[in-house]
């Protein structure tokens, strides 16, 4: 379907295009991209006829977001979310692209659950799914997996999601092997020991009585990961960066040159321990929530581009897995729908550009993901002749987070409470993916 999408302001992070234009797309890429200043003198191609026109006056137009950490709870939890929901919860937050981590039941170890799950993805026709392979068999930290054959199969990169590696010595196994053949490893940073509490360390923690988590326990694994580095040459992105101290550490490595990057979720870039309130399981997420001043240096390090990415880390969570005392209750929040609103929320705040609000959700994660399968140099980019990836919000548009007007099948999220949501910037009004329309706005 040939489509037109008018009059809208549309920013381009990788390229620092950020003009009222008109985009043409035909044949799932854009043919055209036509600055409607009269001045420019450009026009749209002779031959294109539009099906179908998108009044963008008023909003942004930008490459479809590349979301780095997305749970999809299929297989084995679907209980918790569906490919089908939680896809239409992708592209219902403007998410044209993301990864999901490998813990999964059973964990995606083998090709053929690689092959399985990306073709039951293609077959809904909404958001792209790029696979983590797991690091070792089972997420058990013993024996490595194939990699090629996993590669192969569609995976962009290896991790143990929430499982630590116990033995440093696999750890440099995994890293000297991925970097022989140039994959990258995907490492949350906790220490297997230090990191087993359900809040951060504190007096907010001490005073509600809940085994608590280090800082050193993110910072005692960064050293050990760096150190690897060092040796290997490996190619690591860090997860969910969770403190000022773990942040100073990746500042440092990516001074020094190590091949790393990293991103943080938008629970610790918003939140802090203080959010837990009287033991509300909503705020029971990975990693813990920290304090303000670790708050405050998550935004400064995104905004400056220490941390590279920002991420939904979307964890459908059910009823049952949250009506628990906070320390039983499962950990994770739902944030597809929230991660374009909350970028553009910490801009505000921070008083960032909205040209970097986009970036981190664009651009940067996708040079993180680098040339993947079948998608070029196009993922999270707007260019004639590259692939019609995009979202169509408008900044001005205000709506309150209400869970049961979220499409995943996970409603719970700190940024809802209990009568009421948190009012929100950045509406979508429209999601394309490969040309075609997956979403559109109320």
């Known amino acids: 379907m040939n489509i037109l999408i008018q009059n809208g302001r549309v920013i381009d992070p990788a390229s620092g295009f950020d003009h009222i234009a008109d985009v043409a797309v035909a044949d799932g890429h854009i043919v055209a991209i036509v600055k409607t200043d009269a001045k420019s003198g450009e026009k749209l191609p002779a031959n294109f006829k539009a099906e179908q026109t ?57 090709p053929g659950l690689i092959e399985m799950l990306k073709f039951r993805a293609e077959k809904l026709h909404r958001a792209r799914v790029f696979p983590l392979g797991a690091l070792t068999r089972g997420l058990k930290g013993e024996v490595l997996t194939e990699m090629s054959d996993l590669t192969d199969a569609g995976c962009v990169g290896f991790s143990q999601a929430e499982v630590p590696l116990e033995n440093t010595q696999v750890l440099q196994r995994a890293l000297q092997y991925a970097s022989t053949f140039g994959y990258t490893v995907w490492l949350r940073p906790q220490d297997m020991h230090l990191g087993k509490g359900v809040a951060a360390t504190g007096s907010l923690a001490t005073r509600l009585g809940l085994s608590s988590v280090p800082v050193a326990a993110e910072t005692i694994a960064l050293h050990t990961i760096f150190a690897l580095m060092r040796s290997t040459k490996a190619r690591v992105h860090l997860c969910r960066i969770s403190s000022a101290e773990g942040v100073e550490l990746v500042r440092a490595a990516k001074q020094e040159g190590l091949s790393v990057t990293a991103d943080v979720s938008i629970n610790s870039l918003h939140l802090s321990d203080h959010d837990i309130g009287y033991f509300d399981s909503r705020a029971r997420v990975t990693p813990v929530l920290r304090q303000q001043r670790d708050r405050d240096a998550l935004r400064a390090a995104l905004a400056d581009g220490t941390l590279d990415a920002l991420v939904s880390d979307h964890t459908p969570i059910d009823n049952d897995g949250k009506a628990l005392p906070f320390a039983e209750a499962e950990s994770g929040a739902t944030g597809l729908e929230l991660l374009l609103s909350l970028s553009f929320k910490w801009a505000n705040d921070s008083k960032v550009s909205v040209l970097r609000a986009l970036d981190v959700l664009t651009a940067q994660p996708a040079k993180v993901l680098g040339k993947v399968q079948g998608q070029s140099n196009s993922l999270g980019q707007l260019h004639v002749g590259g692939v019609a990836d995009i979202v169509v919000f408008d900044p001005a548009m205000e709506w309150q987070v209400s869970p049961d007007a979220l499409h995943s099948q996970g409603k719970h999220t700190p940024f809802a409470f209990d009568m009421t949501g948190m009012v929100m910037p950045a509406r979508v009004k429209a999601t394309l993916v490969a040309g075609q329309i997956a979403y559109v706005g109320a």
């Open 54 to 110: 998108i009044d963008a006056k008023g909003c942004i137009v930008a490459p479809g977001l590349v979301d780095l950490q997305v749970r999809l709870r299929e297989p084995g939890h679907e209980h918790e979310g569906m490919l089908a929901s939680e896809l239409m919860a992708a592209v219902a937050g403007g998410v044209t692209s993301l990864v999901c981590p490998p813990d999964t039941d059973p964990v995606l170890d083998e």
